[in-house]
């Protein structure tokens, strides 16, 4: 099955709803302007119930099937932006100063809007699907709040599937691989603590900068000579903050950054890890040192019946050239793994062509696109749910 006619007809309609979406970037879990205009389409067309508030401001809508009874399966979309200054020049760039859309949420809640009106007229399927627009999925943990508020046993939910946009991959080509497809995420501050003084007398301090500096430079062992070559291992020190005058080495320094790992296991080794590291190269200083580790988003891992469920979808929506069944993982992040947790499910990538990337000051969603997401998620609900 190609691209359904009826979502090209809605192509515009569609992209209409995105570029008002874009203009109006909200973050975290402050999505109220965003929640309620998905809440108002889906009353519009005729969901049979809609839920507002879940996870503090999801919205789910349920569609019931004409063809009888049957499970219910949920399909999700992301609502929040990011706090970034756009710098596309679009007609429809984001009005709100240091907020803007630059991953495709605005994409991605635009075509789930659109299946939801393809579906809310056809029917054409048993049971019900549940459209999941969540918040907060830019490091809020949206997805695992709206688990968390009981979304799943709520509306029995037995399957779930997600979609994210990716640049680079030609416009109507999907990938998609079983197991992990995005990587869990750590985050890290670690402060050290010297004693500061005057630049012209170092031998008088201890020097929290010169031991901060080399903890940056031994954290990167950790993936070169800790993890096993084979597992993916992703350390990144992306603050530094020390002083503020040239000529007074300070008391503290604070790093932060990210972990990024395809294993759980992986990810604990690497803190034990960063705690030893740190603590030695501040110990060889004369130095203390606190490191505060915080796990969050796990691993986005597909279901192996899922994914073969997802791919066969993708291919009667694009043809099975146009499906990378195999992708290589990335390391960036995804709360839908909450989703992912609670139920099996998959989680496939949709091409955006030739664009800037995520989360560039330049990224803008692509509309060419919304005819793609939007069969793919019709015919996905439509297939799983067949009578």
């Not at 389409?41 to 919205?59: P, R, S, Y």
Request: proline share 5%.
């Amino acid at each position: 099955m190609p691209i359904l006619n009826r979502s090209a007809e809605l192509q515009p309609e569609i992209a209409e709803w995105r570029r008002d979406l874009h203009r109006n970037p909200e973050l975290l879990f402050d999505v109220h302007r965003t929640a309620a205009f998905v809440a108002e389409k889906l009353a519009e067309f005729g969901c049979d119930e809609v839920v507002t508030g879940l996870g503090q401001t999801g919205v789910v809508g349920i569609i019931q099937g004409n063809l009888g009874e049957g499970p219910t399966i949920g399909m999700r979309a992301d609502m929040d932006a990011l706090p970034m200054t756009e710098m596309t020049g679009k007609p429809w760039a984001s009005t709100v100063p240091g907020k803007m859309h630059a991953c495709g949420h605005d994409g991605h809640t635009a075509m789930l809007l659109g299946a939801a009106k393809y579906l809310s007229e056809t029917r054409n399927f048993k049971g019900r699907v549940a459209v999941i627009f969540q918040p907060a999925e830019e490091g809020g943990g949206g997805g695992n709040e709206m688990v968390k508020d009981g979304m799943m046993d709520r509306f029995a939910i037995e399957r779930v599937f997600g979609m994210h946009n990716l640049p680079g991959l030609p416009v109507g080509e999907f990938a998609i691989c079983p197991g992990p497809i995005m990587a869990a995420t750590a985050e890290f501050v670690i402060t050290v603590k010297g004693r500061g003084g005057h630049a012209a007398m170092p031998h008088t301090v201890v020097d929290p900068i010169l031991a901060a500096s080399q903890i940056v430079t031994a954290l990167q062992s950790i993936a070169s000579r800790n993890v096993h070559p084979l597992d993916s291992v992703v350390v990144s020190v992306t603050k530094f903050h020390a002083g503020d005058a040239l000529n007074v080495i300070p008391d503290t320094v604070e790093l932060a950054g990210t972990v990024r790992t395809l294993k759980k296991e992986v990810n604990a080794d690497a803190e034990k890890r960063m705690r030893t590291i740190c603590e030695g190269v501040a110990a060889a200083h004369g130095a203390e040192v606190d490191v505060y580790y915080d796990s969050n988003y796990p691993v986005t891992f597909n279901h192996a019946e899922e994914t073969v469920f997802a791919s066969g979808v993708a291919s009667d929506v694009a043809g099975a050239a146009q499906v990378d069944t195999n992708v290589t993982p990335t390391m960036g992040g995804e709360d839908f793994s909450y989703m992912l947790e609670a139920r099996p499910g998959a989680f496939i990538f949709i091409g955006n062509g030739d664009s800037a990337a995520l989360h560039n000051t330049r990224y803008d969603f692509n509309d060419e696109v919304i005819p793609h997401g939007v069969s793919y998620w019709v015919r996905l609900a439509e297939k799983a749910l067949a009578a």
